[in-house]
């Protein structure tokens, strides 16, 4: 006999499969098998019919595409042999799925089905339509299936009540027709109906209200009841299950008293009373009590309040937590998150247990335990808990360190109490795990370093001593490399040396060293090679000793393939070489990136935390007085992400436009990266908001209105792309069309001598190109040091004139800027004539802050438009 | 509710597979692939649960076969391994001490039994007794 034909059975066509050795032997023979089938598919003989389809069903298994078989099951369910019809809808369940239109098909031999005589009949077809039907046959089937929750078997009740749940959801208008039948259901004593009832009853609720109101005014205290009986019935040895008489009932009833009484005082207190029962007699030694309690705790926690019983879940949540059971822990975990939301002082006091879950050996464990405590950090105890989850970082696994670092990065940024502690604690992060370290965490360290400027000294030698022992963290190297490039002086001098220091000694040529290591690591990156380029050219001011070493390092990277590094490096060593007058200001101390505002942007960001901790975070001292130089203000805050304003009305456009991202909800911050990106992307962006043709909400004739609506009380937007090399602000600085060192030297002032207080100021020449020129004239009012009047003179350098002259200007937020009509828009040729305007600006950080505007203008030459911008950072000090 | 439900043995074959969500054919697939990669690569003394894609995976070890059923977020764990255990425990008492080799070979039994205790990925009947009853008359 042919071993492959239809006459063999199932088993030897198994056995055949499974005496295989090689997946081509098992290939060939299901092949071989398949044909077969095929074959008598063709054939369309009956006898073999249901044997073929449960071969089918078992190459199914095995992966292969089975889909000619699908037809044959369809001719099966037709059949009016029970054993055909059988494997007919078994194989039609698992040969197809909803989505394929053969399914429709079977909807007429299922309605015959449903209509049978023998009630099996009749469950297969419910059991089939309960699985796998589509929304158009959920419709077309729905009152067959309404009828049969009332037939006289209980087994075809309860198989219907489940596949009206799917009927519902699928179809969810259809909801309304199985209320009455489903509260109906609720009075059964048979528990596979009572269970199939409760059930259906839930999804009734998830998906249509109506049926919620009913059954919550008409049906809670009956469930309540029932509840009641089972809790207090006697043994029953067909439900028993670990001494408890049906658990699958008891959960499923408490989940349906949880559904009725969410939100509804009522309703919650039929139920506080068996609810209390359950929680106190259920025992939890075995797997089904503890299952019977977590469904208890999860519905207590979300009905209305009553606090006895609250108080009552968490005793039960913390026993769960102590439990050796992994399974138990886990859940646990899982509901003190929820639970935090409702009573954090009870979860607090389990943080040691939560704290020891961490550092479990199952993953999911540790995962759950991870987010509780970052959720239970508050000021009082991050001290411990970082050190404790510091250790911690220390022997956990590759996988868990990305998490892991990324939370303590988070709590350490959020509640840190003083600056050294963060740098301390950072550091320690950096040095362990400083390559799974995100870049916001390390430019928010930067930001921290350089504003703390007592911790300068401090800083830089921690950093050295760590790079000694860390240094294949690339993080670390980056943040050691700036550092030292700053601060190199104060390394190699001990300046500043705190009381808890120990002095080392460390030379200028020590100091390149690291820079050097760090550039020549061939595991370096590009971020690093940059940092490390503009560190050395930073240095080479700093110790000029050893400029000339310095010199041959950068002219290694002159061939770089890398266009970034090349650049760089062909520009340091210019300056190195021919520009040593300018090198020194051109390397000058940075100024101070605005902490207060990178953190608040930062916390707004972060991901949701229990809202008391929120306020705190922002109350971080921001520790120093601003250094004399005038800081960078890049008004354009707005990393490449954001997409601003055009949804805000026209008054807070600019206020938006300026304060950027605190204003913005739900913004995703970047990374803003050491590169020209973010200067551009904001010109791009002025650009675009400015321009009185494509913004939506501006109105053409009030555009001076919105430029002069800058608030004052908010500190200025400082731009993290400075912490890249001056390349990047020259490029900003040209499009100013002025020379770019000049600026630059404008923008970096050196220490100054006491502001000028007179009330007389110098002019300026704001801008300079080759076809325009604008003048300012300062003028104060005595008696009123923060307002500032200024005269913009106008002046056309080109031949031709200029019409339809408008200027434009945008400050930062510490500034009001109002802006007088001008006194015409018509600009004469070659100088022949000027047009002039007044410009009030109020300076609310008068003394502390310079002024800084951005300007734009708009004119029309030879009938073409023209558009210049720049920013003018050039204005006296003390205005 | 439950999403699937899927049997594989030690070596990562599968041995029966029931979805209760539209998935089509190489979905099943990838799935089956994933999940197996996950599950039969935990430890012995890890919790029961397994967090994947949005879902909750409760498997359970009975000899050489691994019982993991997929369900939703909110749905109760402990329970689903309670449900596991029902399963095993009617299955046991059908085929009399129950082995993988009398899955392989009767799966369409298996199945059957399996359509007694869940529809749409809810329970069905929490009575073993009835259950047997059931497949025995049918």
Redesign the interface.
């Given at each position: 006999m042919n071993p492959f034909s239809s006459e063999t059975r199932l088993?030897d066509m198994?056995r055949a499969i499974?005496a295989c050795k090689t997946a081509a032997e098992e290939r060939a023979v299901v092949r071989k098998e398949c044909a077969a089938i095929r074959a008598s598919i063709n054939e369309n003989d009956p006898d073999y019919r249901h044997r073929n389809i449960?071969k089918l069903?078992?190459i199914h298994?095995?992966?292969y595409?089975t889909h000619f078989g699908q037809m044959e099951c369809l001719k099966l369910i037709a059949s009016a042999e029970?054993p055909e019809k059988?494997?007919g809808y078994?194989g039609l369940?698992?040969l197809l799925?909803?989505?394929q239109e053969v399914l429709m098909l079977v909807t007429n031999s299922l309605k015959q089905d449903l209509n049978h005589a023998n009630q099996?009949i009749v469950g297969l077809a419910?059991?089939a339509l309960?699985?796998i039907c589509s929304a158009e046959m959920a419709r077309d089937l729905a009152p067959e299936v309404e009828r049969l929750l009332q037939f006289r078997d209980p087994?075809t009740r309860?198989?219907a009540a489940?596949?009206a749940?799917?009927i519902i959801k699928k179809v969810p208008d259809l909801a309304e027709n199985f209320i009455n039948p489903a509260a109906a259901l609720l009075k059964e004593k048979h528990?596979?109906v009572l269970?199939?009832g409760v059930?259906l009853c839930t999804d009734l609720c998830k998906v249509s209200p109506e049926a919620l109101e009913h059954f919550r005014k008409k049906c809670t205290e009956g469930l309540v009841r029932t509840l009641k009986d089972v809790v207090n019935s006697p043994y029953a040895p067909?439900?028993d299950?670990a001494g408890i008489t049906?658990?699958?009932?008891h959960?499923?009833l408490v989940?349906l008293l949880r559904v009725l009484g969410q939100g509804n005082a009522d309703a919650s207190d039929l139920m506080n009373d068996i609810l209390a029962q359950v929680a106190t007699k259920t025992e939890s030694n075995k797997?089904?009590g503890?299952?019977i309690l977590?469904?208890c705790v999860?519905t207590i926690m979300s009905i209305e309040d009553n606090g006895g019983l609250r108080v009552l879940a968490i005793n039960i949540l913390g026993r769960f937590l102590s439990n050796r059971d992994?399974?138990?822990?886990?859940?646990a975990l899982n509901m003190l998150m929820k639970a935090i939301t409702v009573d954090t002082q009870a979860v607090q006091r389990h943080r040691a247990t939560i704290l020891e879950c961490v550092k479990d050996?199952?993953?999911?464990?540790r995962?759950r335990a991870l987010e509780l405590v970052y959720l239970l950090v508050n000021e009082s105890n991050v001290k411990p808990l970082t050190k404790e989850l510091i250790e911690y970082l220390e022997v956990s696994d590759q996988e868990f360190k990305g998490d892991l670092t990324a939370k303590i990065c988070s709590i350490i940024a959020k509640f840190s109490p003083e600056k050294i502690w963060y740098i301390d604690q950072m550091l320690k992060v950096l040095s362990e795990a400083g390559n799974f370290v995100k870049d916001e965490a390390w430019h928010a360290l930067i930001v921290v370093i350089s504003n703390a400027s007592d911790l300068h000294g401090y800083s830089v030698r921690a950093l050295y001593r760590a790079f000694q022992t860390s240094a294949e963290q690339e993080t670390l190297v980056r943040v050691a490399v700036w550092c030292i490039g700053e601060y190199g002086d104060m390394l190699i001098n001990n300046v500043a040396l705190l009381d808890i220091e120990n002095p080392i000694t460390v030379t200028g040529s020590d100091a390149v060293d690291v820079v050097e290591v760090s550039i020549k690591r061939h595991t370096s990156d590009l971020t690093t090679k940059s940092m490390s380029l503009i560190a050395l050219l930073k240095l080479s001011s700093r110790f000029p000793s050893c400029s000339e070493r310095i010199r041959d390092i950068i002219i290694q990277n002159r061939g770089s393939l890398v266009l970034e590094l090349q650049q760089r490096s062909i520009e340091f060593n210019s300056v190195i070489e021919k520009h040593q007058n300018i090198r020194s200001a051109l390397v000058e101390r940075m100024p101070v990136l605005d902490e207060a505002t990178f953190i608040g942007r930062r916390a707004g960001s972060s991901p949701a935390i229990v809202p008391t901790s929120n306020s705190a975070s922002l109350n971080l001292p921001n520790g120093v007085a601003k250094p004399p130089a005038a800081p960078l203000v890049d008004l354009l805050d707005l990393s490449s992400d954001d997409v601003p304003a055009p949804s805000s009305s026209g008054g807070g456009f600019l206020q938006d436009l300026l304060g950027g991202v605190d204003l913005l909800p739900g913004l995703n911050q970047t990374a803003i990266s050491g590169t020209n990106e973010a200067p551009r992307t904001g010109t791009d962006i002025l650009l675009d908001l400015l321009s009185i043709e494509t913004s939506p909400t501006q109105s053409s004739s009030s555009i001076t209105d919105i430029l002069s609506s800058s608030q004052g009380d908010k500190s200025p937007v400082a731009s993290l792309g400075e912490i890249s090399s001056p390349p990047s602000l020259s490029t900003r600085a040209t499009s100013a069309g002025a020379d770019p060192m000049m600026d630059l030297l404008g923008g970096f002032s050196p220490n100054p001598p006491m502001p000028d207080n007179g009330p007389v100021y110098p002019s300026i020449v704001a801008f300079e190109s080759s076809s325009l020129r604008i003048t300012f004239d300062f003028s104060k009012a005595p008696g009123n040091p923060q307002k500032t009047t200024i005269l913009a003179t106008f002046t056309n350098m080109s031949q031709s004139i200029y019409t339809d002259f408008i200027f434009q200007a945008a400050v930062p937020k510490f500034l009001q800027l109002h802006l007088d009509p001008a006194s015409s828009n018509t600009l004469p040729a070659s100088g022949n004539g000027s047009i002039t305007q007044n410009l009030r600006v109020t300076n609310s950080q008068h003394g502390k802050k310079s002024l800084v505007m951005r300007m734009r203008i708009a004119y029309k030459f030879n009938n073409e438009d023209i558009l210049e911008e720049g920013q003018i950072n050039n204005f006296p000090r003390g205005l | 509710m439950i999403h699937f439900v899927l049997l594989i043995s030690r070596q990562g074959k599968?041995?029966?597979?029931?979805?209760?969500s539209?998935?089509?054919?190489k979905e099943r697939?990838k799935v089956i692939r994933e999940l197996s990669g996950v599950i039969l690569t935990r430890?012995p003394?890890?919790?029961?649960?397994?967090?994947w894609k949005g879902y909750k995976v409760v498997y359970k070890r009975y000899a050489s076969l691994y019982f993991c059923m997929c369900i939703d977020q909110e749905d109760?764990?402990?329970?689903v391994?309670?449900?596991i255990?029902?399963y095993v425990e009617i299955l046991d008492r059908y085929f009399g001490s129950v082995c993988e080799l009398d899955l392989?070979?009767n799966?369409?039994k298996a199945?059957?039994i399996l359509?007694e205790l869940l529809?749409?990925g809810?329970?069905?009947?929490?009575?073993?007794?009835?259950v047997a009853r059931?497949i025995s008359?049918?």
């Open positions: 088993r198994i499974r449960a069903m078992f298994m095995l992966g595409p029970f059988r494997i078994l369940m698992l799925d909803e989505r099996y419910l059991c309960g699985n087994n309860k198989k489940l596949c749940i799917r528990h596979g269970i199939t059930q067909e439900y299950i049906d658990p699958f009932l959960i499923r989940r797997n089904a503890n299952a977590y469904e999860e992994n399974n138990i822990r886990y859940v050996s199952d993953a999911s464990i995962k | 599968v041995r029966l597979t029931k979805w209760y539209p998935y089509s054919q697939t430890g003394k890890l919790c029961n649960f397994v967090e109760n764990e402990l329970e391994l309670e449900i255990h029902h392989i070979f799966f369409h199945y059957y359509d529809i749409a809810e329970l069905q009947e929490p009575s073993k007794k009835t059931l008359a049918q």
